[in-house]
């Protein structure tokens, strides 16, 4: 008998119709696949619980600068009793870090999340987004009287931010030193020992960091310039700071790698400058207050002819001045008289001459008639004024030569090399620096961070710290699922 | 489910969802400060609408469960399970900014990428291999079925070469007979005759009906079992040749099995992954909402 012929009826034959009452294997795995995989996920979670551990609620990798409390998630987002939320406040943010305020008069204080966001992996939580500073300078206003900042910045850019301070009109070079830049960098100039020289930039200017010699300078010596001297670098207060000025810097910043270090005699100009003031002597006067000069040159004079007493018969004048009494040919000096006209003769060179030739004196007296006594201090000596030369230029922003070293100093001060007034200001503009700085993915940085710091670093507090080291080891070394 | 023009509404739905969702992505991130982030307002809202459309997904598994709820019908179901849960993968990625955070969230994303690129992988072989079954297995059966008629199958083979076999039991003595049939004479059937075909069935067929899951049979290939059958009807008297058939039908049957058990597997095994992995989708994606309140 052949095989029945296969029919749709046929082969429905063959079905055990209660099939369906039977658990089929698919079904079966199905079923345990449903249950296993989320009591996996629980039993992961409760992993993390059984440790204390809520890391894996976290919604990203912590900075590098918190990276120690990846797993203390308790160390910034604190409960109340009795409140399930427990968010991060400034209060846990302040209890391990002082946040001083930005300026007196702000009218805005944001929290501290909103500009140092957590939980984005490896960034520098300083490094905060323009609109952070934007949101109160876009539009800038100040408790109580007018800001004197500018009021409206949006960016780094031409238009979005105000031309730098000291290339604003109006401003002022506060510097009294005599210089002209043009000369001092022209071939062959005459330099020590009447060698001829050709200057460069890093003759005078130098990051603070460097520890070499300069090559117009002097080896520190008790000469070396007092820091009490008006003839040495220093600033105005308030609109121009030195270098050392605890002033809005944070903490990460060094300064003293950043600035050129401040421009002094004794380091940059006794070398083609020398104070000579006599040919008897090889030396200089100090570089210090005309009080000083003139005690040094007293005394200097007394121990002289101490030890050359013929020098009190004086046949003729030696110094040709024009404004010098003509001497009563032969003249027999007293030591005293001797000492008084040779200080006279000194001074008036130092006053008349060598010293003014940098420096803007005030009040220089006539030649004075010799007195009879040695005069221990005359009745006036000229006032020099405080050179006041700028270490830095923008007192509310921070700037690093170190970082910009690849880059010749012409590259952003270009007027250096033809500058001949001493008011010139040669700063780099906004422009500048927006050539290298500005929005992009193959452009420098131009947040506003980049050159301003929000908190007042200078009313920084200390803060104790409460955590405890090895609790938090323990913790740590737990295994996590 | 075939994909045809009945999703025309939903796909129209998704896309201007999804249009209006980047529309509102897209300016969001840009501005903000420090990226988008799902606490934020609109991050906030991008998280609660594609959590709300993986609930409406895994809502269709109760939904076929209480095939009585009256809750609109279950191909409605289907396809909004379909479209909503694809559209929450967007939602979610404009939740998190396309940054997949910590631990959990982390996992959340994962598990979110699998199983919806799971289902979408599911959605096409649903749309295609039906055909593809209709045309292959013309006789498709109940899959737990499967074991059940293949044994049928061997039982019936075992029956058919039996039969064969008894039309030369009485010339065990191996002295030929003329076996007069009713009208006419037919040849003499010997045990030499057949013993190509018990040869065949017992180092053949036997073993790939035996052995479904074993593999390099001849008879696994149609052509190849084809030129078999027809070599093996040489070998034998016209008298068997009928048996042969059915035994050549038995294992064509045999292959269709097979290639359903084949295509069965594309058709459901993903849905081994997808549904439990949803589940714990689910379930941390519930645990991620608390905690995130709570942080």
Redesign the interface.
């Known amino acids: 008998m052949p095989r029945e012929k296969r029919t749709t009826k046929t082969v429905a034959k063959r079905i055990d119709l209660n099939y369906f009452k039977r658990p089929s294997p698919w079904r079966r795995w199905r079923f345990a696949l449903s249950v296993a995989l989320p009591c996996l996920a629980v039993a992961w979670l409760a992993a993390y619980g059984v440790a204390r551990n809520s890391h894996a609620y976290s919604t990203g990798k912590m900075s590098p600068a918190h990276a120690v409390l990846t797993r203390q998630c308790g160390s910034c987002h604190i409960s109340q009793a009795g409140f399930f939320r427990a968010a991060a406040t400034d209060h846990a943010c302040l209890s391990c870090h002082d946040g001083p305020i930005h300026h007196a008069d702000q009218v805005f204080t944001p929290s501290c999340a909103s500009c140092h966001v957590e939980h984005r992996g490896r960034m520098r939580l300083a490094a905060t987004a323009d609109q952070s500073c934007t949101q109160c300078h876009a539009d800038l206003r100040a408790k109580g009287a007018a800001t004197s900042y500018v009021t409206h910045v949006r960016a780094f850019t031409s238009d979005g931010h105000p031309e730098f301070a000291p290339l604003r009109a109006g401003f002022r070079d506060p510097g009294t030193i005599k210089l002209n830049h043009a000369i001092h960098l022209k071939a062959g100039l005459l330099g020590p020992n009447g060698t001829r020289v050709q200057m460069a930039c890093d003759d005078c200017h130098r990051a603070n960091a460097a520890d070499q010699s300069w090559r117009f300078g002097a080896a520190p010596t008790s000469q070396s310039q007092p820091a009490s001297s008006p003839m040495a670098a220093s600033a105005p207060a308030g609109q121009i700071m030195p270098v050392s000025a605890p002033r809005m810097f944070p903490p990460s910043y060094s300064p003293a790698r950043a600035y050129m270090q401040p421009i002094s005699y004794a380091r940059h100009c006794i070398g083609c400058h020398p104070l000579l003031f006599d040919k008897r002597f090889t030396d200089s006067v100090p570089h210090d207050t005309p009080e000083v000069i003139h005690t040094f040159l007293v005394k200097r004079y007394t121990d002289y002819i101490a030890t050359h007493p013929a020098e009190l018969r004086e046949a003729k004048s030696t110094i040709a001045l024009p404004a010098k009494p003509v001497p009563i040919s032969p003249r027999i000096y007293t030591p005293q008289g001797w000492v008084n006209t040779r200080v006279a003769e000194a001074e008036n060179l130092l006053w008349r001459k060598t010293c003014k030739e940098c420096h803007a004196l005030s009040s220089v007296p006539p030649p004075p008639p010799v007195p009879a006594a040695p005069m221990m201090m005359p009745a006036a000596l000229p006032k020099v004024a405080k050179s006041n030369i700028p270490v830095r230029w923008f007192p509310d922003a921070e700037f690093d030569h170190q970082a910009h070293r690849a880059w010749t100093c012409t590259t952003c001060h270009p007027r250096a090399t033809t500058s001949q007034a001493t008011a010139d200001i040669l700063v780099p503009g906004e422009k500048t620096c927006e050539q290298c700085h500005h929005a992009g993915a193959d452009a420098a940085e131009a947040r506003c961070f980049e050159c301003h710091a929000y908190h007042d670093w200078s009313r920084e507090k200390p803060v104790k710290g409460t955590a405890h080291f090895s609790s938090w080891m323990q913790i740590a070394r737990r295994p996590t699922s | 489910m075939r994909i045809d023009s009945t999703h025309k509404k939903w796909l129209i739905a998704s896309l201007i969802i999804f249009v209006v969702a980047t529309a509102v992505y897209v300016p969001y991130a840009a501005e903000s ?3 988008p982030s ?2 934020s307002g609109i991050g906030l809202t991008f998280g609660i609408a594609g959590f709300a459309f993986m609930i409406f997904a895994g809502l269709l598994g109760a939904r076929k469960r209480f095939p009585v709820w009256r809750v609109g019908r279950a191909q409605a179901w289907m396809r909004g399970h379909l479209w909503l849960g694809v559209l929450s993968l967007p939602l979610i990625f404009f939740h998190s900014g396309f ?1 997949f ?5 982390a ?1 959340l994303m994962v598990l979110l990428i699998v199983v919806v690129v799971s289902g979408v992988f599911g959605a096409v072989l649903q749309h295609y291999l039906p055909t593809v079954m209709t045309e292959q297995v013309p ?1 498709e ?5 499967i074991d ?2 293949r044994g ?1 199958l061997l039982e ?1 083979a075992d029956q ?1 070469v039996a ?1 064969v076999t008894a039309l030369v039991a009485p010339l065990v003595t191996a002295i030929p007979t003329r076996v007069a049939m009713a009208t006419e004479e037919v040849a003499v059937i010997t045990e030499a005759d057949i013993a190509p075909l018990g040869t065949f069935y017992d180092r053949e067929m036997r073993p790939f009906a035996e052995k479904p899951d074993a593999r390099g049979y001849a008879l696994a290939d149609a052509a190849r079992a084809r030129a078999m059958f027809e070599g093996l009807r040489t070998l034998v008297p016209p008298a068997v040749h ?2 042969v ?2 035994l050549e ?2 294992c064509e ?1 045999e292959r269709e099995l097979r290639r359903q058990v084949r295509l069965h597997h594309w058709l ?1 095994d993903w ?2 992954f997808h ?3 949803s ?2 989708l689910l ?2 994606g519930a ?2 909402a608390v ?5």
Do not use: C, N, W
Request: a negative charge; glycine letters at 8%.
């Open positions: 400060p420090y990226g799902g606490a940054r955070g910590g631990p959990l969230t996992a006789l059966t109940i899959f737990e079925q059940r008629v049928q019936e058919t039969r009928e048996s058939k059915d039908d038995i049957e459901h849905l081994l549904i439990p992995l589940f714990a379930l941390l645990v991620h905690m995130a309140l709570r942080y």
